[in-house]
């Protein structure tokens, strides 16, 4: 048995033009959705992840809007950034790309973005209001792999989740979402006992621990469906994930690659969430 791929790019392409079509509808009303990212400093892993935003939020015509800070600013001055995005009327989302340098602190940064903007979903308040199950920003991440798991017809209710990681920006949230779509969810982490008697049991399989090839075929029962977030390099320097795919896919019913799986429906969910925000905006008579 050979697992079918699930293919992330052509499913974030489908769902980018949607919302390209959304932004031009807005756009004809008046009203350019709005980007902004802030960079500081000049790690080269999260340039790229800024550059690939940049482009894609102008690919679907949104207005895009990069901020470059030295990774010697303060957090007073980032702060200052943030709080003149919350007032600009053609900002509709905002994302601080994360790491922060040490001298800044992560939390104060993202409690300081304006909850209607903030297109992560990592502030406080759409992260409380995504559990109870109000509408919100959702995690990008996760909510991309919702998207995949739907696109795909991917049976939710009543199976199995088992998540690996725990993470606040994708296994904790992973987890929630699922459990709202009525799957029975576990988590697993660096402290489980015996990881593969749990991941064993999963019919639905999401891995986000950033370990090359971590995951094989002895993880996994037969028939499962398994979604590959990690993003790490190999010994040669080829991007891989967090699941050994060759042998994985012997297993599975369907399987994500690394690249091309979860990695295109983050930002597509970025954008998605921009749009939202936007069309919100325009409701309020405040787009400009
Ligand atoms: P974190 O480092 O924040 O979290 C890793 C999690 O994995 C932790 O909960 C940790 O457990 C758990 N873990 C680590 N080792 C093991 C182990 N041996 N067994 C079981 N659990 C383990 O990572 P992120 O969630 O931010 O990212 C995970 C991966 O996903 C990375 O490769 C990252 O690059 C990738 N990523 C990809 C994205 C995409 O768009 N494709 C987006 C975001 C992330 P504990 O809590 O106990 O320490």
Redesign the pocket.
């Known amino acids: 048995m050979s697992g079918k791929l699930i293919d992330g790019i052509a499913i974030g392409k489908e769902i980018r033009e949607e919302i390209k079509a959304r932004v031009s509808d807005l756009k004809a009303g008046g009203c350019t959705p709005g980007l902004a990212v802030i960079l500081v400093g000049d790690n080269q892993a999260s340039r790229t992840y800024v550059t690939n935003k940049e482009k894609s939020s102008k690919e679907v015509g949104m207005k895009s809007e990069l901020i470059e800070l030295p990774v010697s600013v303060s957090e007073e001055e980032l702060l200052g950034h943030v709080t003149r995005l919350n007032n600009d009327q053609s900002i509709h989302g905002i994302l601080v790309q994360l790491p922060l340098p040490t001298h800044i602190n992560e939390n104060h940064v993202i409690s300081a973005i304006d909850p209607s903007k903030d297109v992560d979903g990592f502030h406080p308040v759409n992260v409380g209001k995504m559990i109870i199950g109000q509408k919100t920003f959702l995690s990008c ?1 996760p909510y991309g792999i919702i998207k995949l798991l739907e696109r795909t017809n991917t049976e939710i209710s009543g199976k199995h989740a088992v998540i ?4 606040n ?3 904790k949230p992973m987890g929630q979402l699922l459990l709202q779509r009525d799957a029975t969810v576990t988590y ?5 006992k015996d ?1 593969a008697e749990f991941t064993k049991q999963a019919d639905i399989l999401i891995v ?4 090359t090839k ?1 995951v094989s075929e002895e993880h996994i029962k037969k028939g499962a469906v398994v979604i590959d ?4 390099r190999d010994e040669n320097g080829k991007l891989c994930g ?1 699941v050994d795919f060759d042998k994985a896919r012997e297993k599975a019913s369907a399987i994500t690659p690394v690249p091309g799986g ?2 295109p429906m ?1 930002i597509t969910m970025l954008l998605k969430n921009t749009l939202h925000s936007a069309e919100e905006a325009f409701k309020k008579e405040t787009c400009t």
């Open positions: 991440t690996v990681g725990r993470s920006i994708v296994g697993c982490h660096s402290k489980t990881l986000a621990i950033g370990k971590f977030v990690g993003m790490n967090d979860v990695g983050t």
